[in-house]
């Protein structure tokens, strides 16, 4: 509970700092008007209003569905190297998203929803067939490599897409690297929705998913069937990874950083890992685009930027604390 | 088996002549030809400005990428173990970048040697692991990749601080890029590649000797760290030399080897650098045609195109590799 309440405080610090600092500084009777008392006349609350409440959505949405599908992925697989963003899941909603909008014109919140998800699931479903997770536990290495190989097809095809019309440049930024700028473009409630959905499959299957992490022969002794285990992490991988791709763009490295950090707090009971990465993404999330806005005023350095600046050292950490077997 | 490395001049002949003839407007052989000799008329044009030169750059950029991958193919006994994965490329992206960034007004060959060398020296020494007696390959592809995603990532930060304009142009050529590429480029990359394949060709027999084990080469008389050191300097700086004109185009210091090996079935180190270099040059111009000419009044970076090429190629070697059971 303390664990819990330590969370959320630093969560409630990361969402005020989100809310309240920025080029323009806000006050407390801002913020507290523009929520109940709204002046459309008044450029300071129309500032929070409809910039940075969106972006404190957008951010606990990605923050927490990319904190939680890392969780997942590291323990189905048990791979510490496992990410929805180095995995190519995140480049592969993006990749949905971009081709939808090339073919029909549209890119709109609805249009987002029903591609995101698909492309997503399909990264997934490819990044671990061509991982060797079918053979039993995917090895870390080839996992990686596999998901390096697929990250780079996807952003090179989105490149190839976008580069062709040079007047979405500023589009093709956000889908090669996230950002929260956009935030109140895009379909937050959807999202949301969407996002509970995926975080709540994840919860109620959380035995089962560690069962199957402990190899499919013990799984099946214990009663449970790995294929339809696999199913159900995968549809909430794919859940959580399209909603925060969809609100804040591809953002790599927090599903990696997230679950060893979570792991040590809350113990290995995965439902409390859950939890745990859901606040603790959000609050990372929200911190390092905080720091990406006060880096270079008034410009901003794109959240997906400041990950990868945490995430690439964690990543070598990572690879270094990788148990010799590991390697063969 | 017989060698066939012949085959690969006349491939990098046909490349280079598929490269001068498409484009906006398709040239035929004899429009080429005219334009050579009597200096007007399109062919001319095509030839001594628009196509030129950035044929040349990618054959030599090729060349010296291909070149650079092998040693360190050879070297770590490892496919997977190229300049591109291992971060020694992203490293010398970031550091030219850097020089723009912050108006450093050194050459860019050095810049990106520079860079090189320190993504190189970085990954070497966060791979030592205590209690471990040699490192891995593995070990070190995995942690160069980590430098490479950090290099990357520091290189997009120094970016956004840029003019748009300026941006635009950095965020190109980080992709990997030939456009705009001068007679200026094409000398640069193909005299410094001449010079460093001259130094590797002294180190060829080291090479060969290295690949027997360190205890059989230092019974041979040679002194197996030193050797292998002077080796790895040769290879990232023939890398440089590539990024410095090209951007840090993915996969093709990956592929050329294993692919020059094949088309040439060579076996030998001496043979199989020239096949890559050889390899690595066609590779670079078809994909460069392929990708100025695959949409319509397009140019996509060249970068782009290795890296549709290059990926699925390194997930069919995983796949290989996992049936024989090094992964």
Same mark, same amino acid.
């Given at each position: 509970?303390?664990?819990?309440?330590?969370?959320?405080?630093?969560?409630?610090?990361?969402?005020?700092?989100?809310?309240?600092?920025?080029?323009?500084?806000?006050?407390?009777?801002?913020?507290?008007?523009?929520?109940?008392?709204?002046?459309?006349?008044?450029? @300071?609350?129309?500032?929070?209003?409809?910039?940075?409440?969106?972006?404190?959505?957008?951010?606990? #949405? @990605?923050?927490?569905?990319?904190?939680?599908?890392?969780?997942?992925?590291?323990?189905?697989?048990?791979?510490?190297?496992?990410?929805?963003?180095?995995?190519?899941?995140?480049?592969?909603?993006?990749?949905?998203?971009?081709?939808?909008?090339?073919?029909?014109?549209?890119?709109?919140?609805?249009?987002?929803?029903?591609?995101?998800?698909?492309? @997503?699931?399909?990264?997934?479903? @490819?990044?671990?067939?061509?991982?060797?997770?079918?053979?039993?536990?995917?090895? !870390?290495?080839?996992?990686? %490599?596999?998901?390096?190989?697929?990250?780079?097809?996807?952003?090179?095809? #989105?490149?190839? #897409?976008?580069?062709?019309?040079?007047?979405?440049?500023?589009?093709?930024?956000?889908?090669?690297?996230?950002?929260?700028?956009?935030?109140?473009?895009?379909?937050?409630?959807?999202?949301?929705?969407?996002?509970?959905?995926?975080?709540?499959?994840?919860?109620?299957?959380?035995?089962?998913?560690?069962?199957?992490?402990?190899?499919?022969?013990?799984? /099946?002794?214990?009663?449970? /069937? !790995?294929?339809?285990?696999?199913?159900?992490?995968?549809?909430?991988?794919?859940?959580?990874?399209?909603?925060?791709?969809?609100?804040?763009?591809?953002?790599?490295?927090?599903?990696?950083?997230?679950?060893? %950090?979570?792991?040590?707090?809350?113990?290995?009971?995965? /439902?409390?890992?859950?939890?745990?990465?859901?606040?603790?993404?959000?609050?990372?999330?929200?911190?390092?685009?905080?720091?990406? /806005?006060?880096?270079?005023?008034?410009?901003?350095?794109?959240?997906?930027?400041?990950?990868?600046? #945490?995430?690439?050292?964690?990543?070598?950490?990572?690879?270094?604390?990788?148990?010799?077997?590991?390697?063969? | 088996?017989?060698?066939?490395?012949?085959?690969?001049?006349?491939?990098?002949?046909?490349?280079?002549?598929?490269?001068?003839?498409?484009?906006?407007?398709?040239?035929?052989?004899?429009?080429?030809?005219?334009?050579?000799?009597?200096?007007?008329?399109?062919?001319?044009?095509?030839?001594?400005?628009?196509?030129?030169?950035?044929?040349?750059?990618?054959?030599?950029?090729? +060349?010296?990428?291909?070149?650079?991958?092998?040693?360190?193919?050879?070297?770590?006994?490892?496919?997977?173990?190229?300049?591109?994965?291992?971060?020694?490329?992203?490293?010398?992206?970031?550091?030219?970048?850097?020089?723009?960034?912050?108006?450093?007004?050194?050459?860019?060959? =050095?810049?990106?040697?520079?860079?090189?060398?320190?993504?190189?020296?970085?990954?070497?020494?966060?791979?030592?692991?205590?209690?471990?007696?040699?490192?891995?390959?593995?070990?070190?592809?995995?942690?160069?990749?980590?430098?490479?995603?950090?290099?990357?990532?520091?290189?997009?930060?120094?970016?956004?601080?840029?003019?748009?304009?300026?941006?635009?142009?950095?965020?190109?050529?980080?992709?990997?890029?030939?456009? +705009?590429?001068?007679?200026?480029?094409?000398?640069?990359?193909?005299?410094?590649?001449?010079?460093?394949?001259?130094?590797?060709?002294?180190?060829?027999?080291?090479?060969?000797?290295?690949?027997?084990?360190?205890?059989?080469?230092?019974?041979?008389?040679?002194?197996?760290?030193?050797?292998?050191?002077?080796?790895?300097?040769?290879?990232?700086?023939? +890398?440089?030399?590539?990024?410095?004109?090209?951007?840090?185009?993915?996969?093709?210091?990956?592929?050329?080897?294993?692919?020059?090996?094949?088309?040439?079935?060579?076996?030998?180190?001496?043979?199989?650098?020239?096949?890559?270099?050889?390899?690595?040059?066609?590779?670079?111009?078809? +994909?460069?045609?392929?990708?100025?000419?695959?949409?319509?009044?397009?140019? =996509?970076?060249?970068?782009?195109?290795?890296?549709?090429?290059?990926?699925?190629?390194?997930?069919?070697?995983?796949?290989?590799?996992?049936?024989?059971?090094?992964?």
């Amino acid at each position: 509970m303390k664990l819990h309440l330590g969370l959320l405080m630093v969560l409630a610090v990361a969402a005020a700092l989100t809310v309240f600092v920025g080029v323009r500084a806000a006050g407390l009777a801002d913020v507290s008007n523009a929520l109940l008392a709204f002046d459309a006349a008044d450029p @300071a609350q129309v500032v929070i209003r409809s910039v940075r409440l969106p972006r404190l959505v957008a951010g606990l #949405i @990605a923050g927490a569905g990319l904190g939680m599908a890392g969780t997942v992925m590291q323990a189905v697989t048990r791979n510490p190297l496992a990410d929805p963003g180095l995995l190519g899941v995140n480049a592969g909603a993006a990749f949905a998203v971009v081709v939808g909008a090339l073919v029909t014109g549209y890119s709109d919140g609805g249009m987002i929803a029903v591609l995101t998800f698909p492309g @997503a699931a399909m990264a997934a479903i @490819a990044v671990f067939l061509l991982g060797g997770a079918r053979h039993g536990t995917a090895g !870390p290495v080839r996992l990686t %490599l596999a998901g390096v190989a697929l990250n780079a097809l996807l952003l090179s095809l #989105i490149s190839a #897409i976008i580069l062709t019309r040079s007047d979405v440049l500023d589009a093709f930024r956000f889908w090669a690297t996230g950002s929260l700028s956009q935030a109140n473009a895009r379909p937050l409630g959807l999202m949301s929705v969407s996002l509970v959905l995926g975080g709540g499959i994840a919860f109620l299957a959380a035995p089962r998913l560690e069962a199957l992490a402990l190899g499919s022969a013990l799984a /099946r002794g214990l009663g449970s /069937r !790995p294929g339809r285990v696999q199913m159900t992490a995968l549809a909430a991988i794919t859940l959580m990874t399209g909603s925060a791709v969809a609100v804040a763009g591809p953002v790599a490295f927090l599903g990696l950083i997230v679950p060893p %950090l979570s792991r040590r707090l809350a113990g290995h009971v995965l /439902r409390r890992e859950l939890l745990v990465s859901a606040m603790l993404g959000a609050a990372i999330l929200l911190l390092a685009d905080t720091a990406g /806005r006060l880096t270079m005023p008034p410009g901003e350095i794109r959240v997906g930027i400041m990950t990868a600046l #945490i995430g690439a050292p964690a990543f070598i950490l990572m690879v270094r604390r990788l148990k010799p077997g590991a390697f063969a | 088996m017989k060698s066939s490395i012949l085959v690969l001049p006349v491939l990098l002949l046909g490349a280079v002549l598929l490269s001068l003839m498409i484009g906006q407007v398709v040239l035929s052989p004899l429009q080429l030809w005219t334009g050579l000799w009597s200096g007007t008329g399109p062919g001319a044009l095509t030839l001594r400005v628009l196509r030129g030169p950035a044929t040349f750059t990618a054959a030599g950029a090729g +060349a010296v990428l291909g070149a650079a991958g092998t040693i360190f193919q050879i070297l770590l006994r490892n496919p997977l173990a190229a300049p591109d994965v291992m971060g020694f490329m992203s490293g010398a992206g970031l550091a030219v970048v850097a020089g723009v960034a912050f108006g450093i007004s050194l050459p860019l060959p =050095l810049l990106s040697a520079a860079g090189g060398l320190t993504a190189a020296v970085a990954v070497a020494l966060l791979s030592v692991r205590r209690g471990a007696v040699m490192q891995s390959s593995l070990t070190l592809i995995l942690v160069g990749i980590g430098v490479s995603f950090l290099a990357s990532a520091a290189s997009s930060f120094l970016i956004t601080r840029m003019p748009p304009q300026e941006a635009a142009d950095a965020q190109r050529w980080l992709v990997g890029s030939l456009a +705009a590429r001068s007679w200026q480029h094409a000398a640069q990359v193909c005299g410094l590649g001449a010079l460093l394949l001259l130094v590797l060709a002294l180190q060829v027999r080291a090479l060969k000797v290295l690949e027997l084990g360190d205890e059989l080469a230092a019974g041979l008389g040679l002194r197996p760290g030193r050797a292998r050191n002077g080796l790895i300097g040769t290879g990232v700086l023939l +890398a440089a030399a590539g990024v410095a004109v090209a951007g840090p185009v993915p996969f093709v210091a990956m592929m050329a080897g294993p692919l020059g090996m094949r088309i040439a079935k060579v076996t030998a180190p001496g043979a199989r650098l020239c096949a890559a270099a050889m390899t690595g040059a066609v590779v670079t111009i078809l +994909a460069d045609v392929v990708a100025r000419s695959i949409v319509p009044g397009v140019q =996509l970076p060249v970068g782009v195109m290795t890296g549709i090429m290059g990926a699925p190629y390194l997930l069919w070697l995983l796949s290989k590799e996992a049936e024989a059971g090094e992964l």
